[in-house]
């Protein structure tokens, strides 16, 4: 509840399926296991991933998942 509030506050512009993805990657899963939750495929989630990055305004060296649980 706290991370939803505070990714919402922080990133008002993201999209329920950003939001979503969001608590997986914080969860630690895979792309894989993200790909068989959300029945897509793991090239659509690497695809959702690098657009979440961008949204955030994060470069290539900041690790997503880190960035994520600090949220």
Request: glycine share 0%.
């Amino acid at each position: 509840e706290l991370f939803y509030s505070a990714l919402r506050e922080k990133y008002p512009n993201l999209t329920p399926n950003e939001v979503r993805l969001s608590a997986l990657i914080r969860l630690d899963l895979s792309s894989k296991e993200i790909a068989s939750i959300l029945n897509i495929s793991s090239k659509s989630v690497e695809m959702n991933r690098y657009r979440l990055r961008k949204k955030m305004q994060l470069s290539s060296s900041v690790n997503l998942s880190e960035f994520i649980r600090s949220i």
